[in-house]
């Protein structure tokens, strides 16, 4: 029990830093494009109003 | 080893100090969440306060009581804590002085609300002059700002202490997040002390006859925004460091946390202008400046954006996670400590997309003063802080108390999380949208002479007072589950989570720790973005203005 | 310090798109002339009224000038004046305001006219009122237990 558990944990530290992180990207990129959204709705009202 | 089984709980002693300060903040969080809930009622044009109530006082007591007293009460009572379980208990003079800022600044608050409810204060919690409050109430908030200092001063000490013990060490993540926030405030408080002092207080005891305007309210937002800083980084302090504990992950980076929170002390200061940005007598060039320091600080949330969602998926992926998302159905959703700091961490997206839009100088125009305003600080410190405390309270309360979260009290806190959201969704919405349309912020019900564009705002200040109903039920649920787990809950030992790093992570370089290096950047900063236009503003003031109650 | 790549390949994009912000909203500062209200104009805050502009507020037809007409408020706890304006439609307009008293705010709902009234100041805003309609100016600045009975109407017409 003890010998898999560290097992696991020695593979998450190898993997660790170059690990499966495509959900992440995905993720943050949503975000970048709801705030370029949001931003450039807002502008255009800028525009169109004096 | 028997060193860090001693730091696993926090001493009985320094719990009680955490305990007081929280007292004081959920005392704050339910006479403001009322006076909240009424100023939604007015506002619906539905419901007149009786007894010649005036709104105006109500929405002092409101902000007053949930922007200042909750919020620095609650930080100063977390970080305490946070220093005595990460880097050890403190001395019983740091602990003293722990208690002294804890009475300045319970009484200052006390002075501060007499004030209020004698109808000698409804300056609403900016207090801006010559709208001129009585002295006591300046005087009060004084010692609140004092206290902070005096409690924040016993964190430091503590903290230098550990440091010349430990040369060469880097000092926990969480003790170097609490001291980064602690040093943020009393830089900036700075500025809010100098305008109560030397100008207000003269001013309002009749020393002085004039006071001028915008060297005050310039003094204000360079603590203005700092403040809302200093509110948001114990709920990143919680995301980064102890929420990938409670799900059972790890720390993403050590090194990317401490470097987000440098660049938090560094560009939460220099950027005031952005508050002011629609104000006669200040240069646009040093507005636009202050804009693109604004804009240096939304880079350490973008860092703390990537680094969260890291945290989650790394974890669900070691859990056998597949797809793209398959990691989020692996996060604990029946586990309230980690579900509502999620709900906050989620807000914060349209919030800080809100951020952005008031910051970006000319554009600020369109949203200046409408209640946008007022959505867009109910998503952060209402939704995004506030959650995230609630979410630290349901396990750093019963850890102090030496009681358990029940698992229906944890259902219960589950429940307030939904509620909250249903609630603010509502209320924080209608305000956005009410906003774009023109309605102003914080102005009681009106009709303005019958003008078309205000009965356009009215369904949504109903849809306001909707949302508010609904945030107070999740007040109420708050406070039963607060006072369970201070007084009823089972006995029992509840964990104090803290996140580790990945096993095989690089340690953080010292460089971090080099106090005279950041401080030295941060007060370089703050001259640069300051000094010229301030020179301007005093060389070219108008002639001073008395003081008016105009309530 | 190790930076993941994805991080890496978000911040530069996230940046980047602050830095596209920051330029949008520079260029049409700097370049086009569209700054926020930053009048730096001072005036004694006890004889507004005296001397002009504020001894003629409403709407008043100038020569010479970049704009055609310039509005003119006083605002005071808890009215503007003018109460009521109309102003032809295509108008280039100077709007001049300023306070006698507390701090007030100047909005004209639906607009970007909206600038703070600052005691010893004076705010200034030019615009071209070039959509017909009525406009309500809101004090969006709390100036004491009348703020939200404070406003005035502009009425743009053909």
Request: glycine share 10%; proline share 4%; aromatic share 14%.
């Amino acid at each position: 029990m003890a010998k898999t558990e560290f097992n696991t944990k020695k593979k998450i530290k190898v993997e660790h830093h170059e690990s499966d992180l495509r959900g992440t990207l995905a993720s943050v990129f949503l975000l970048g494009f709801f705030i370029i959204v949001t931003w450039v709705s807002v502008w255009m009202l800028f525009l169109d109003r004096f | 080893m028997m060193n860090s089984n001693k730091l696993e709980k926090v001493d009985s002693r320094d719990a009680k100090l955490s305990m007081a300060y929280f007292y004081v903040a959920f005392i704050a969080l339910a006479l403001g969440g009322l006076a909240g809930l009424l100023q939604t009622l007015v506002r619906s044009g539905k419901v007149v306060l009786p007894w010649g109530i005036d709104y105006y006082q109500v929405l002092t007591v409101h902000g007053v009581l949930l922007g200042l007293v909750l919020t620095t009460f609650f930080i100063m009572g977390f970080q305490f804590a946070l220093i005595s379980r990460t880097t050890g208990t403190f001395t019983n003079g740091a602990r003293i002085t722990g208690w002294v800022g804890f009475w300045l600044m319970t009484i200052g608050t006390a002075m501060a609300a007499t004030m209020v409810l004698l109808k000698e204060a409804s300056v609403l919690y900016t207090f801006y002059a010559p709208l001129m409050a009585h002295p006591i109430f300046y005087i009060g908030l004084t010692l609140v700002i004092v206290g902070s200092w005096v409690a924040g001063g016993s964190m430091i000490a503590t903290y230098a202490k550990w440091k010349r013990n430990n040369p060469g060490k880097a000092s926990s993540l969480l003790t170097f997040m609490a001291i980064i926030n602690t040093f943020m405030w009393i830089i900036a408080t700075l500025g809010v002390a100098a305008t109560v002092l030397i100008q207000i207080l003269p001013w309002s005891l009749g020393l002085v006859d004039t006071i001028d305007i915008l060297v005050s309210r310039t003094l204000f937002w360079y603590f203005g925004h700092p403040m809302v800083y200093f509110w948001l980084l114990p709920a990143y302090m919680c995301w980064y460091a102890i929420v990938p504990k409670i799900i059972g992950g790890k720390i993403f980076s050590d090194s990317l946390a401490r470097l987000s929170f440098i660049l938090f002390l560094l560009f939460s200061i220099p950027v005031g202008f952005h508050h002011q940005l629609v104000e006669p007598g200040i240069d646009p060039a040093w507005k636009y400046i202050q804009v693109v320091l604004t804009f240096m600080v939304i880079i350490p949330s973008l860092m703390t954006a990537f680094s969260l969602f890291a945290t989650f998926e790394s974890f669900g992926r070691s859990k056998g996670a597949k797809g793209l998302f398959g990691w989020f159905r692996k996060l604990p959703w029946g586990d309230a400590r980690f579900v509502v700091p999620f709900i906050g961490m989620l807000s914060f997206i349209p919030a800080g997309a809100g951020g952005i839009i008031n910051a970006s100088h000319q554009m600020n125009a369109v949203i200046h003063n409408t209640i946008w305003v007022t959505g867009h600080f109910h998503l952060t410190a209402a939704t995004a802080v506030v959650l995230t405390f609630f979410g630290i309270s349901y396990w750093l309360i019963p850890h102090l108390t030496g009681r358990v979260l029940t698992k229906a009290m944890n259902k219960l806190a589950i429940i307030q999380g939904i509620v909250w959201t249903i609630g603010m969704s509502f209320m924080s919405g209608a305000m956005h949208a009410a906003g774009l349309l023109g309605a102003p912020r914080r102005s009681s019900f009106s009709e303005y002479g019958g003008a078309a564009q205000a009965q356009e705002w009215i369904p949504y200040q109903i849809a306001q007072a909707v949302g508010g109903s609904i945030l107070f039920i999740g007040i109420i649920l708050v406070l039963i589950i607060f006072i369970n787990l201070a007084f009823f809950a089972p006995k029992g030992e509840t964990e104090f989570p803290v996140g580790e790093v990945a096993d095989g992570a690089e340690k953080p370089p010292l460089v971090f720790e080099n106090w005279k290096l950041w401080l030295g950047i941060s007060a370089a900063l703050i001259l640069f973005a300051y000094t010229i236009p301030f020179i301007d503003i005093i060389q070219n003031a108008p002639p001073g203005s008395k003081g008016y109650k105009f309530w | 310090m190790h930076i993941h790549k994805f991080e890496k390949i978000w911040l530069t994009f996230g940046i980047g798109c602050l830095i596209v912000f920051l330029s949008i909203v520079g260029v049409s500062a700097f370049y086009l002339g569209n700054q926020p209200p930053s009048c730096l104009t001072t005036i004694d805050p006890e004889t507004v009224g005296e001397k002009a502009p504020f001894d003629k507020p409403g709407l008043n037809k100038v020569e010479g000038k970049e704009w055609d007409y310039e509005l003119v408020y006083v605002a005071s706890a808890f009215s503007y004046n003018p109460t009521q304006v109309e102003v032809p439609l295509g108008a280039k307009v100077k709007v001049i305001a300023t306070t006698k008293d507390v701090v007030h705010g100047f909005e004209m709902a639906g607009t970007n006219i909206n600038m703070m009234l600052e005691p010893g100041y004076v705010s200034e805003v030019v615009t071209t009122f070039d959509k017909a309609g009525e406009y309500l100016i809101v004090c969006n600045e709390y100036c004491g237990t009348g703020h939200h009975l404070m406003h005035s109407m502009v009425k743009v017409v053909e």
